[in-house]
């Protein structure tokens, strides 16, 4: 057997579910989401870490799920773009991006809506410049990010925390 074959049980929490999957070790986080939980809300842009679009929470931080190795999130709890929506009632992000027009051809919006997110958590009360360096790290082609920052904007207002 090749070390490439070798498979080991990581343990980590998934949108709120624990799960212990048996898997390559050097597996990409990104695939071992879309392929063995069948999350395929995370998305894979460009596999080098310089897009965003397979962006997750880790411990909530904002990371790249095509740069880490499955065995790195062992005890971890992740956040896709699925566990983002309380069951029915999508968060304040989710509906700005809606109502603004901020998802266009979808590719880069679980990213954008994650960056949004942990940018809300970190940051309640950003300004402008927080904004775009909060979504800095996450390219678009179709919005020209105005869309998407308005939609920012508008989470910020729903929640009370941006005149």
Known sequence: MSDGAIKVDVRCTVNGATHT???RPMARLLDVLREDLHLTGTKEGC???ECGACSVLIDG???????????????????????????AELH?????????GGAQCG??????????????????QPTDAD?????????CRCTGYMKI???????????????
């Open 61 to 87: 931080e904002l990371v790249n799920s095509c740069l880490v190795p499955v065995l790195q999130v062992e005890g971890a709890e992740i956040k896709t773009i699925e566990g983002v929506a309380a069951g």
């Open 107 to 124: 590719i880069c919006t679980p990213g954008m809506v994650l960056a949004a997110v942990s940018l809300l958590a970190h940051t309640p």
């Open 92 to 100: 304040a992000v989710q509906q700005a991006f809606i109502e603004c």
């Open 47 to 49: 596999g080098e870490g």
């Open 21 to 23: 999957l048996r898997v």
């Open 149 to 163: 920052f308005d939609a920012v904007v508008r989470a910020c207002e729903r929640a009370g925390v941006k005149a």
């Open 131 to 139: 904004i775009r360096h909060g979504l800095a790290g996450n390219l």
